[in-house]
């Protein structure tokens, strides 16, 4: 089934829009969790394991997806990625769709090996995760691997505007037509993106642009009308889910409201149980986001 | 000790400036290497490891760098990326720089994660590898953990001109200054590295730029004028090492010529033993590069 469908299902069946950036880091774990551990990458690694199982169990009810951020993973080796495999598989069991955050981005053979890493079926079983998101920067033959993988269900995430600074060196250098990049980047991924588009009338090729920066979400609705808008920066980094209200303009699903430090961390200044805190912030946002309103 | 120093060294003791790409695909292995190995994913890493190993112990007088390719054992999951991970080491045991070609690009704590990854002491001993490729599209601040890494005597090659016909979309999109894309790039790479360079006088903070384009060599050493230019794209992809001049032109370890296919699946096209007939294709082409001749 199209990607894009399968998420604007789970959008009507749940009334949300909310995806929960999973971004473990030792120092900023439950205490109870990092008790007892062996020392080193191994017991770091059950650590995120047991972490973000425990995430999905609190927010299995109030978000659509869960988005691990596959470097902090990454930095543990085999180890992470092992254990990475394994938080994928318990999201989707709890009926989760999983985007795996890789920011992927190379050509032809290695493009297909990215590819087949997170979203072939592995195993003759499920895919790691049902969508990755990737970097546009080497061009539209490199998202070829990547779309044909979108003709077998699974889902794409494609950088346009980033929520970061940094977005300005290259992002939003002007172009002689007077535009900037990320504008071309943007019409690329609707072009790439227009024959992969479901029942919903959403495309399984979605676009990355940050909560930050509401201006340039209005923009890029309207330059990429199929596309699902990936909208990280909610929360910790100052986006407001109320001023996202453009992405969801022509469809409910129409974007996902991404939050990761404000949520999974929110036991650290709430009292009492780690994990009710986090059910708790997940379902305040969820009630915050233009969906859900 | 500063990653340039320590490449010029490398490059200046054995005379040459061949870096060899290690692509292992199942499908082009040696068959003595896959027969007899157990099915899935652990039987291919093996495979990929015995495989990288041989190619290793060929190349090791002829080339100053291993360029393993992250996503062929990332496709084979936490199995590849502790194959991949012991690849690494027995490179540097053999004398070999390594470069990680994963492309990574992300902001703050998840580039710092990707750094900790790649070029961060490991256990106590050393990284995994000496330089890690990265993607510039979410801007300068994306590199900054990276940088810190070089500080520490890690190297970096972020993408400036990638030889793919893709790279027209982005990297040559024409600005209002009128020059192409890819040339920002380039300034901000030479801005963030100038203050990494050694005493041989060239950057840590290298730049990859596709071998299959003379002219984007040429302006890429105008702009960059302390940056080691990785150079892909030689051989299979139609690129001449004898083209790539410009990039030496000041220095003899102002590049690398990078070579993958043409020289790992030699034995494809000789007769004899595959590591005889690897070891051969590297020596033809390491006489073949600027710095040699």
């Known amino acids: 089934v199209n990607f894009a469908d399968r998420l604007a299902e789970s959008v009507a069946r749940k009334g949300s829009t909310l995806c929960v950036g999973l971004d473990p880091r030792i120092e900023l774990l439950p205490p109870e969790l990092v008790a007892g551990l062996k020392p080193g990458r191994a017991g770091r690694a059950r650590a995120y394991e047991r972490f973000c199982e425990g995430l ?16 902090f993973f990454e ?10 495999e394994r938080v994928c598989a318990v999201a989707a069991e709890r009926g989760l769709l999983v985007i795996a955050d890789a920011k992927r981005g190379d050509i032809r053979a290695t493009a297909e090996a990215y590819a087949e890493a997170w979203l072939a079926p592995r195993d003759g079983g499920r895919p790691v995760a049902d969508a990755l998101t990737v ?41 002689a037509d007077g535009r900037p990049l990320w504008e071309r980047t943007a019409e690329l991924i609707a072009e790439r993106g227009s024959g ?35 909208l990280p920066g909610v929360g910790a980094q100052g986006g407001s889910a109320s001023d996202l ?19 999974i961390y929110a036991w ?26």
């Open 56 to 71: 999905i169990d609190a927010v299995a009810d109030e978000a659509v997806a869960v988005k691990p951020q596959v470097a």
């Open 75 to 84: 930095a543990l080796g085999g180890y992470g990625l092992t254990a990475l």
């Open 245 to 263: 209200s453009a992405a969801f303009r022509d469809h409910p699903a129409g974007g996902l409201v991404v939050a990761a430090r404000s949520v």
């Open 196 to 230: 992969l588009i479901g029942e919903s009338g959403l495309s399984s090729v979605g676009a990355v642009v940050g909560a930050t920066n509401p201006e340039a979400v209005e923009r890029a609705r309207e330059l990429m009308p199929a596309q699902v808008l990936l």
């Open 135 to 175: 970097n546009p920067y080497m061009g539209g033959d490199s998202m070829q691997p990547f779309l044909n993988a979108c003709g077998q269900g699974a889902g794409l995430f494609v950088l346009a505007r980033t929520s970061n600074p940094g977005a300005a060196d290259l992002q939003e250098a002007m172009l």
């Open 268 to 293: 650290r200044e709430r009292r009492g149980d780690w994990q009710q805190s986090v059910r708790a912030a997940a379902a305040e946002l969820r009630q915050a986001t233009p969906t859900a309103l």
